[in-house]
């Protein structure tokens, strides 16, 4: 009995190690198009361990990487989430399927038009996160402050 509780006591330690990891470090930019919309740049940095899966998933799929604005309704007029690196193929044994993921960097874009005077945007990330050593994966949930400079 002793033994399996110390052993529940060292999983929950190391998943509780794992989840106050950063495993992904994500860094914005913005700027203003002659148009008068804007362009954000989300560029992530993935620890060498971890790779992140794509936006595009198909169905029966892991969690796909998916990007929004908070309060958009209120904030935006439009925008459109797009990839700019090339996410890499791969079959991933666990849903039996070909994937696509992200290792090391990717960076990611962002057009929108502004509704009125804003100075700040909250981008929210959600996507999953996998070790390539042990094959733990982790859900990914971000809100990232964005600031829009004229």
């Not at 959600?126 to 070790?131: I, K, M, R």
Request: charged residues 25%; hydrophobic residues 40%; negative net charge.
């Amino acid at each position: 009995m002793k033994r399996c509780v110390f052993f529940l006591i060292i999983v929950f330690a190391y998943l509780i190690s794992f989840s106050q990891e950063n495993i992904v470090e994500w860094k914005t930019s913005v700027s203003r198009i002659d148009d008068g919309s804007y362009n954000l740049v989300i560029n992530a940095d993935i620890d060498s361990d971890w790779y992140i899966y794509g936006m595009n998933i198909g169905e029966g799929g892991p969690l796909p990487l998916e990007f929004s604005i908070e309060d958009s309704e209120n904030k935006v007029f439009t925008f459109s989430f797009s990839e700019i690196s090339v996410a890499d193929k791969m079959f991933d044994d666990v849903f039996g399927m070909d994937v696509m993921s992200y290792t090391h960097k990717a960076d990611f874009k962002c057009n929108f038009m502004l509704k009125k005077d804003i100075t700040k945007l909250n981008v929210i990330i959600e996507g999953q996160a996998c070790n390539k050593k042990n094959g733990m994966c982790i859900q990914i949930s971000e809100n990232i402050s964005c600031e829009i400079f004229e």
